[in-house]
């Protein structure tokens, strides 16, 4: 082939921002907010705040605030505004995601003035998953499926909102190509096609 072919080849590439881009994970403070009338009135034993901290933390970022609140959208909208206060910039809530009519979570992500509010993810587990922002700070509404599979959703987003990168409703869509967990025996995610798009 004659260079001058590559060259324009190589620099159309370019324009692109290239294939492949590695970005710094920012060492967030987070906020865990475990919603559920069960849990606020010790029916049963929340198991989410472990999960959640041992994924933030082995990301780099910390554990700022936790708050364990009843099904009140209210409540809810208020804690957010509280612990951004307080300066977490990363809130994962937890319980009221599925469309039962105590599930009140995302009326009150909204309620605190979430904007771009995706609900649903082309995932499994995960296809209740929600992502919002407000102002610059990411809220992921985490489903139940968290307390029963090691891998979900969460574990495909997660470091992306870390690394910088603000994820919208095609970005939820596209996670499908390869979005199935396998529920192997032994898990050995990362090293598994599991939201690869393989």
Do not use: W
């Not at 190589?10 to 403070?29: C, D």
């Not at 009338?37 to 994924?55: A, L, M, Q, S, W």
């Not at 990363?90 to 599930?103: F, R």
């Amino acid at each position: 082939m004659k260079r001058a072919a590559i060259e324009r080849a190589a620099a159309l590439a370019g324009t692109g921002g290239g294939l492949l881009a590695v970005g710094r994970l920012r060492a967030a403070q987070a906020s865990l907010i475990i919603t559920g009338n069960e849990v606020y009135h010790g029916i049963i034993e929340d198991r989410f705040v472990p999960i959640f901290t041992n994924k933030v933390e082995a990301l780099g970022s910390t554990v700022a605030a936790v708050e364990f609140l009843p099904d009140d959208a209210q409540a809810i909208a208020r804690t957010i505004g509280g612990h951004l206060a307080k300066g977490c910039d990363l809130v994962l809530l937890s319980g009221g995601m599925s469309v039962d009519p105590d599930d009140v979570t995302r009326h009150g992500i909204r309620l605190a003035g979430a904007s771009e509010v995706h609900y649903g993810s082309a995932v499994l587990p995960g296809a209740m998953f929600l992502l919002a922002y407000l102002g610059d700070v990411p809220l992921l509404g985490v489903p139940a499926c968290a307390l029963h599979h090691p891998v979900t959703v969460l574990d495909l987003v997660l470091p992306r909102i870390l690394a910088g990168e603000r994820l919208g409703k095609k970005d939820l869509a596209l996670l499908g190509h390869g979005g199935l967990c396998r529920d192997c025996l032994q898990c050995s995610y990362p090293h598994c096609p599991f939201g690869k798009g393989t």
